[in-house]
């Protein structure tokens, strides 16, 4: 009973951090604090327990408390994991990230609790010694490599650096701070686009100061994630509007530039409906009009594809989903996972771009998986009633629309449905040339030209 009391710690412990971080930490400062009291649970528990038992029983405990805390809490990373692609990164990015945080710092230092209780002369104590020494190094590794910080690249005589306005991160880069203020919203929930602005459009930070905000739930803005429930349309049409005002005020400009892409332009074209005087022009790239539609499009298309491909594992999964709208990511799975089979384009590479962006630390980095997979979850089912020809029929702001040619056909078509019947005092439809969903990237120089005529004409 004595020495069961030395397990306890663990179970607390297990109980505290989930409730504290649900997800994870999120700023290095709360990872380096989450091992270092996991490694003084680990040695008290190997110490008072006596036991190289202690070495599994107080991670289990603590692994089970954990669990039980997050009940309630939704999105892959804490959810019960699934057979998927994406089920098995969100246990690699949610439970296995926090585990190497967690349960090889508390094992292993109860290894050295419970080894400093025996005095046996065997030499397999020696093994064993040899092994846990290997596994503090990981340890160590693990700590140096979290407290790793994002670092904003210098721009000679201009502006560089990373920001947060409230909890949503921002990097700002512009050849001089006076120049016009252009915000850019990433396309998916969970968005994070840093290293694509600065390497493919650098370009555009010669006429503008360029903000790029990485979206509630992911990257820079993990921390903005919880609580779900107000992961809302109303919410991401807030943060555009909020961080707008934040520009406004630092650089102290009447109105700001505005460019959206694909789910991003969901919230800021309810930004420009709601305060059409905070924007000079506003530009959405793979613009959104009437997402339940268009994907109930791509979902045929995607059926049609696998049958003619004669791929039946697709096929099979597709039929168990059935069309959409879903309730959760794993209902678009089939669909996020093969569009650029179906369609010939490269969007899946965007997540992995990212990911390496220097900008974004460690936790970032993780951060850019985790929190796609947590906030599409949470968000994307609230798009589905989202239908811009009937909820937007003018904007009082110039509006340019650009879209790739081989963009997938039904965002194309419901575009062009509210586009015919948008007022607007300027209105463009432009469509770049051998250019996918992510037609700014995939033509880069094509959508600079496309901005600089922006800034001229407004």
């Known amino acids: 009973m004595v020495r069961g009391v030395g397990l306890l710690p663990a179970l607390v412990w297990g109980v505290l951090v989930a409730f504290w971080r649900p997800r994870g930490p999120i700023f290095p400062y709360e990872a380096l604090l989450i091992i270092v009291i996991s490694v003084a649970v680990g040695v008290f528990a190997g110490r008072v327990y006596r036991s190289r038992w202690a070495i599994l029983l107080a991670p289990v405990l603590f692994a089970v408390a954990g669990e039980v805390t997050r009940v309630g809490f939704t999105g892959p990373t804490v959810d019960y994991p699934r057979p998927t692609d994406l089920g098995i990164l969100a246990l690699i990015v949610g439970r296995g990230f926090y585990a190497l945080l967690t349960l090889l710092p ?158 991003g332009t969901i919230g800021a074209t309810l930004a420009v409906q709601e305060e059409p005087e905070a924007f000079a022009a506003y530009v959405g790239v793979g613009q959104v009009a009437n997402p339940t539609t268009s994907d109930r499009t791509q979902y045929a298309d995607t059926v049609a594809w696998a049958r003619s491909h004669g791929d039946g594992q697709l096929l099979a999964r597709l039929t168990d989903v059935g069309p959409p709208p879903y309730a959760n990511i794993y209902g678009y799975e089939p669909m996020i996972l093969n569009e650029d089979r179906v369609y010939g384009t490269t969007n899946g590479d965007a997540l992995l771009e990212n990911v390496e962006a220097p900008e974004l630390g460690t936790l970032d980095k993780v951060h850019v998986l985790s929190g796609f997979l947590d906030s599409f979850d949470a968000y994307y089912p609230r798009v589905r009633d989202i239908d811009f020809a009937r909820q937007v029929p003018a904007l009082s702001v110039r509006v340019y629309f650009v879209a790739g040619d081989r963009e997938v056909p039904a965002r194309v078509r419901d575009l062009g449905l509210w586009y015919s019947a948008l007022k607007a005092p300027h209105k463009e439809l432009v469509t770049l040339k051998n250019a996918g969903h992510r037609s700014m990237f995939d033509q880069p120089a094509a959508f600079a030209e496309v901005m600089a005529r922006v800034l001229a004409e407004s």
């Open 106 to 263: 508390m094992g292993v230092a109860a290894a050295y609790g419970a080894g400093s209780t025996r005095h046996s002369r065997s030499p397999w104590r020696w093994v064993g010694r040899f092994v846990t020494g290997v596994l503090a190094v990981v340890v160590l590794a693990t700590a140096v490599v979290v407290a790793l910080p994002g670092r904003a690249t210098p721009i000679r005589g201009g502006i560089s650096e990373l920001a947060y306005a409230g909890k949503i991160g921002l990097m700002i880069r512009g050849a001089r701070a006076d120049l016009p203020v252009m915000l850019f919203v990433p396309g998916s929930p969970g968005g994070s686009e840093l290293r694509a602005m600065r390497e493919r459009l650098g370009a555009l930070e010669q006429r503008f100061v360029v903000v790029t905000m990485d979206r509630r739930g992911g990257g820079r803005s993990f921390g903005a994630l919880d609580p779900t429930p107000t992961f809302t349309v109303e919410n991401e049409t807030r943060n555009v509007l909020a961080v707008t005002e934040y520009l406004r005020n630092r650089f102290r400009r009447d109105k700001i530039f505005l460019v959206a892409h694909s789910g």
